[in-house]
């Protein structure tokens, strides 16, 4: 009997497959499956190509794969959800159950091994999502970048670009953000940002990546970079304990897992969080992917809860093929 988890994305797709005792028997990595990103021709196409890999390593495995579990970005708003998930079924055998579910699930369970709690995403975008002891889906945020909080690389780059035109028309004083966004960018002056941060598809991904000099300005104790960090811990925080308060108020040590590229900088933001969360909150990072977390929804859709020994020989596969 084997597990097969699908950590999908805008850019890129991950699927893992174990055996029952949770070891690794492969992994595979290939194109993007976000239907907001790309149609479902292309999706359909990255999939082939995965499966393929794990076919032509082994079939005889591959063919007794008993559950998948896909945790794909962009399905939950999309109107394409259930045609994505057909087509996820379609490369499968009757008897196979699959599942496609919100990434964020998926995220939550790599760090809570399946257990209910809560998980902040914080990317590009951000979002606050909670899976309660009697298994209610609930959330903060995740509305799009326009929308959200700055707890996340996009609303972090934004207020920096801002403190650095700021201090480029003298309303504060000089900041070293203007010295790293400007190198970041290869320009002389703020002005010159102008048309590489408007008007372009790329707008999003580049104001996001400024986030980086924010950290690096905050570990220098820059001032405008470290009262962004605040900003930033606040909101994140805010949400947090938003859903704590709602939804896991009479849960003892509720676990919340964070993940993204802006936890790169936990050394800087896990002070600030514990200063504002319960002092009984568990706060995780994983040490896996995503797509484990997506191997052990798929275990429990047929099994439920996984076994100790399951979870640690999973972690444990993971973490020898990351060293190897």
């Known amino acids: ?16 497959l174990v055996d029952h005792k949770g070891k690794l028997i492969a992994c595979h990595t ?28 082994d079939h005889e ?43 964020a699930l998926t995220a939550l369970y790599s760090g809570t091994n399946g257990d209910p709690g809560i998980v902040n995403i914080a990317g590009t975008g951000s979002i606050t999502f909670g899976l309660t002891p009697d298994k209610n889906v609930v959330r903060s945020g995740g509305w799009g970048y326009l929308l959200d909080h700055t707890g996340s690389g996009f609303g972090i780059g934004r207020l920096a670009l801002q403190k650095v035109f700021e201090a480029h028309d003298g309303f504060i004083s000089p900041t070293l953000l203007t010295e790293l966004v400007l190198k970041r960018f290869n320009v002389k002056s703020p002005p010159e940002l102008i048309s590489l941060i408007y008007g372009t598809s790329e707008s999003r991904r580049r104001i996001a990546s400024v986030c980086e000099d924010v950290f690096a300005a905050a570990q220098l104790n820059d001032k405008k970079a470290v009262e962004i960090v605040n900003q930033c811990a ?40 514990q200063k504002h ?24 859709v047929i099994n439920g809860p996984c076994p100790e020994k399951f979870v640690d020989q999973l972690h444990d596969s993971f973490s020898r093929r990351v060293q190897g």
Do not use: W
């Open 61 to 103: 495995k591959f063919s007794q794969i008993k559950s998948v579990c896909a945790g794909i970005a962009g399905t939950e708003n999309s109107h394409l959800k259930g045609e994505l998930h057909q087509l996820l079924k379609s490369k499968f055998p009757e008897q196979t159950s699959v599942q496609l579910c919100h990434d």
């Open 1 to 16: 009997m084997y597990f097969l988890g699908i950590d999908g994305g805008g850019s890129k797709t991950t699927a893992a």
């Open 277 to 300: 969360l319960p002092g009984d909150v568990q706060l995780i990072l994983p040490q896996c992917p995503p797509v484990v977390g997506s191997v052990i929804e798929s275990y429990q």
């Open 30 to 57: 290939g194109g993007p499956s976000n239907p907001i990103s790309v149609d479902m021709v292309k999706i359909g196409n990255t999939l082939d190509e995965l499966f393929r890999r794990f076919i032509s390593e």
């Open 234 to 273: 606040d909101d994140m925080a805010v949400s947090i304990a938003h859903l704590i308060e709602r939804y896991f108020k009479n849960v003892p040590q509720p676990k919340v897992v964070l993940t993204g590229s802006i936890f790169k900088s936990s050394d800087l933001l896990l002070p600030l969080l």
